[in-house]
């Protein structure tokens, strides 16, 4: 069985280029919209990432958004409680492809602590 999991040295949620994430306006309230532009760094990735040692510099504080919670997952996206761990997987493996690569080390180690497995054809 899968379970989701944050897993260390990873850090790839923590790529916060709006850019890249187009709907935040869907999901975030105006406030929370606020408060996340306020994190971004120049490079795009959050100001309070540590890249040195890939982790969180206010991780017991940090914003609900950045936190994978059943509540959380419920009021932003819709999801069902029961659901939060397959898409919460999901989420995961779509940061760890777009900022290291789908045979990256960070996808190799996050699938392992998940426990999945690629469906064979």
């Known amino acids: 069985m899968t379970t989701w999991q944050c897993v260390s040295n990873c850090g790839a949620c923590c790529f916060l280029d709006p850019s890249e ?5 869907d999901y975030l309230t105006p406030d929370q ?7 971004v ?17 206010i991780y017991d504080s ?13 009021v932003m996206f819709g999801i069902d409680p029961n659901d939060l ?10 940061h760890i492809e777009d900022r290291y690569g789908d045979d990256s080390p ?16």
């Open 85 to 94: 761990n397959d898409f919460a997987i999901d989420c995961c493996q779509q």
């Open 62 to 74: 940090r914003p609900d958004f950045c936190r994978v919670t059943p509540h959380t997952f419920e």
């Open 106 to 121: 960070e996808m190799q180690h996050f699938n392992q602590a998940v426990g999945w497995v690629e469906a064979e054809d």
């Open 21 to 25: 994430r187009p709907d935040l306006e």
């Open 41 to 57: 760094g120049a490079d795009g990735w959050c100001i309070h990432y540590q890249a040195e040692s890939r982790t969180c510099s």
């Open 33 to 39: 919209l606020a408060h996340y532009l306020s994190l």
